[in-house]
């Protein structure tokens, strides 16, 4: 995977394992449905989500900020539209 995205090296293994299997699933239903949109979303929402984490300041900030909203601190930045309810920091929250 580091291959073809250099980005996942600022991933978790959880995180990466999350974004492999996200991108498989919107992969098929662009091969099986013609929906190729999707995978580009779960592309540009996973590597939002590095490109925060690979600055250590603004992900605390964004984890400051999140667990003073929420009861739990979250991992990954920016939700798919695949999978809403899925735990995550959200910078485009309110809009």
Known sequence: MPEVFPWVRHLSSDELRAFTRE?????????????????????AGWRATARIKADPAQYARLVRRRAATSARPRTHLLGTRRTPSRPGISINAGR
Do not use: C, M, R
Request: proline share 0%.
């Open 23 to 43: 991108l498989v699933e919107a992969l098929s239903d662009a091969a099986e449905l013609d929906v190729d949109a999707t995978s580009q979303e779960v592309i």
